[in-house]
């Protein structure tokens, strides 16, 4: 069985968690998309860890953690990544990388640097992790391939050689900086080759094996529903595709072995870069939001950056958990609203005067303004609890309006940042 856990809003609804708590009932942990550039924050008996290209299910030795075609792979990040963990005491964790992952390349983060620097102001609000610029060679079919490096080595020159062609010129005419060097480049390559050669596996048909052996499968995804470039916030979205669906293709599965679609959704709304986000909060308000969020305040685990914050978006929360296909809903962070008298949630847009419960596409959502339904607060804090009746009154009236707006179960709420911190609801 395939169970995907995504998320259904801008990114950090607090997947890591949920995966890190569910990888204790599963064989295998897949990550399908995106790179190091957005982080999962898990605490765990361990301790606390950001991590930014591991599967989220690597603390567990039962584990196989599975990076996926679909990946961005940044091999010495990789690298480093896993030796941070096993430094700080976990065991060092079975890793499988697939074959046909595209290499995310040192001067893809250079572009990306660069090009975020010459839009200045209308930028995108990148990580400058290269993911962009990754992305796009890839479909541009001039991305490196983990398989190339163990092929033959007249044909990864030639492949070298086209790709400085082709960059030096944006380098040198566009961003005026240093040129790339091809046997630099050959000897990078060699590099990163005994780097993960003890990790490169043929993915998808280990995973077509594991699931005929009825073993338990989870795709985590990165990000969120509304970063994906198709169904998302488009240009301000990520360059791969953030939903469930896409599991399928990012790790080498059948589609129909998708049984399970957990999608997560946060109590409250962050976001990080730009683009439109209706029920966005400012200045003091937004900050005590932002302090009290997370483990820790709602700041960017890979760049410290301030998370922009806002209420409930149910509009935008049904859009996100319809597109991912959600099976069943976990609710995070709800922990964190226990200060306020009054909660407002977002249950429709007025876009020039006509209201909707729909989610539009980018040129009308410029166009929307929030309309609130106004929830009363429970004013005290709810971590600790472990069951849903113990929840109080004025918060299981907060969790039914979200289910009843998105019209998915939710069959766990978060009310804390730990392993434990989870109430089933089944
Ligand atoms: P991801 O990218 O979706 O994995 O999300 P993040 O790593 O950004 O997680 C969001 C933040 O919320 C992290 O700091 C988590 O430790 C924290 N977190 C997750 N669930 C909860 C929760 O239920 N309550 C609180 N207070 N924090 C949580």
Same mark, same amino acid.
């Given at each position: 069985?395939?169970?995907?856990?995504?998320?259904?809003?801008?990114?950090?609804? !607090?997947?890591?968690?949920?995966?890190?708590?569910?990888?204790?009932?599963?064989?295998?942990? %897949?990550?399908?998309?995106?790179?190091?550039?957005?982080?999962?924050?898990?605490?765990?008996?361990?301790?606390?860890?950001?991590? &930014?290209?591991?599967?989220?299910?690597?603390?567990?030795?039962? %584990?196989?953690?599975?990076?996926?075609?679909?990946?961005?792979?940044?091999?010495?990040?990789?690298?480093?990544?896993?030796?941070?963990?096993?430094?700080?005491?976990?065991?060092?964790?079975?890793?499988?990388?697939?074959?046909?992952?595209?290499?995310?390349?040192?001067?893809?983060?250079?572009?990306?640097?660069? #090009?975020?620097?010459?839009?200045?102001?209308?930028?995108?609000?990148?990580?400058?992790?290269?993911?962009?610029?990754?992305?796009?060679?890839?479909?541009?079919?001039?991305?490196?391939?983990?398989?190339?490096?163990?092929?033959?080595?007249? *044909?990864?020159?030639?492949?070298?050689?086209?790709?400085?062609?082709?960059?030096?010129?944006?380098?040198? &005419?566009?961003?005026?900086?240093?040129?790339?060097?091809?046997?630099?480049?050959?000897?990078?390559?060699?590099?990163?080759?005994?780097?993960?050669?003890?990790?490169?596996?043929?993915?998808?048909?280990?995973? &077509?094996?594991?699931?005929?052996?009825?073993?338990?499968?989870?795709?985590?995804?990165?990000?969120?529903?509304?970063?994906?470039?198709?169904?998302?916030?488009?240009?301000?979205?990520?360059?791969?595709?953030?939903?469930?669906?896409?599991?399928?293709?990012?790790?080498?599965?059948?589609?129909?072995?998708?049984?399970?679609?957990?999608? %997560?959704?946060?109590?409250?709304?962050?976001?990080?870069?730009?683009?439109?986000?209706?029920?966005?909060?400012?200045? #003091? #308000?937004?900050?005590?939001?932002?302090?009290?969020?997370? *483990? !820790?305040?709602?700041?960017?685990?890979?760049?410290?950056?301030?998370?922009?914050?806002?209420?409930?978006?149910?509009?935008?929360?049904?859009?996100?958990?319809?597109?991912?296909?959600?099976? #069943?809903?976990?609710?995070?962070?709800?922990?964190?609203?226990?200060?306020?008298?009054?909660?407002?949630?977002?249950?429709?847009?007025?876009?020039?005067?006509?209201?909707?419960?729909?989610?539009?596409?980018?040129?009308?959502?410029?166009?929307?303004?929030?309309?609130?339904?106004?929830?009363?607060?429970?004013?005290?804090?709810?971590?600790?609890?472990?069951?849903?009746?113990?929840?109080?009154?004025?918060?299981?009236?907060?969790?039914?309006?979200?289910?009843?707006?998105?019209?998915?179960?939710?069959?766990?709420?978060?009310?804390?940042?730990?392993?434990?911190?989870?109430?089933?609801? *089944?």
């Amino acid at each position: 069985m395939v169970r995907a856990i995504v998320g259904a809003n801008w990114g950090d609804e !607090g997947k890591g968690k949920i995966t890190d708590m569910l990888a204790a009932e599963s064989d295998i942990v %897949v990550r399908f998309q995106g790179g190091a550039n957005a982080g999962h924050t898990i605490i765990n008996p361990y301790g606390k860890f950001a991590l &930014h290209l591991l599967p989220s299910g690597v603390f567990y030795e039962h %584990v196989t953690s599975v990076i996926g075609n679909g990946v961005a792979l940044n091999i010495p990040y990789l690298i480093e990544e896993i030796q941070s963990i096993v430094d700080k005491g976990v065991p060092r964790p079975h890793i499988l990388v697939s074959d046909r992952a595209q290499i995310l390349m040192p001067y893809h983060v250079d572009l990306d640097t660069y #090009e975020e620097a010459r839009l200045a102001g209308k930028s995108f609000g990148s990580t400058r992790s290269g993911i962009a610029p990754f992305y796009s060679d890839k479909y541009a079919k001039i991305g490196f391939q983990v398989s190339e490096l163990f092929g033959d080595e007249a *044909d990864l020159r030639e492949h070298v050689e086209k790709v400085c062609l082709l960059k030096n010129v944006l380098l040198e &005419h566009l961003y005026h900086k240093p040129l790339l060097d091809p046997d630099e480049m050959m000897k990078l390559l060699a590099s990163y080759r005994e780097m993960i050669r003890p990790y490169v596996c043929d993915v998808s048909a280990y995973l &077509h094996d594991a699931l005929k052996e009825g073993q338990q499968v989870l795709l985590e995804g990165q990000l969120g529903s509304l970063k994906d470039p198709d169904h998302g916030i488009y240009p301000m979205v990520t360059s791969s595709h953030t939903l469930a669906g896409y599991g399928a293709i990012g790790a080498g599965v059948p589609p129909y072995e998708i049984k399970n679609v957990t999608v %997560v959704v946060k109590a409250y709304s962050s976001a990080v870069g730009a683009g439109a986000f209706v029920s966005e909060i400012f200045g #003091e #308000e937004a900050q005590e939001l932002r302090d009290r969020g997370g *483990d !820790g305040g709602e700041y960017g685990a890979t760049t410290g950056r301030p998370r922009r914050m806002g209420w409930f978006d149910a509009v935008a929360t049904r859009y996100g958990v319809r597109v991912q296909g959600g099976t #069943e809903v976990a609710l995070t962070v709800l922990d964190v609203l226990g200060y306020l008298d009054e909660i407002p949630m977002c249950v429709g847009y007025d876009i020039d005067g006509v209201i909707t419960r729909d989610f539009p596409p980018t040129a009308r959502l410029s166009h929307a303004k929030p309309v609130y339904k106004i929830m009363p607060g429970w004013k005290c804090d709810i971590r600790g609890i472990r069951t849903y009746e113990e929840l109080p009154q004025a918060c299981r009236a907060y969790i039914e309006a979200i289910e009843e707006e998105i019209g998915v179960p939710i069959r766990l709420v978060s009310n804390g940042p730990g392993r434990d911190d989870i109430i089933r609801r *089944d």
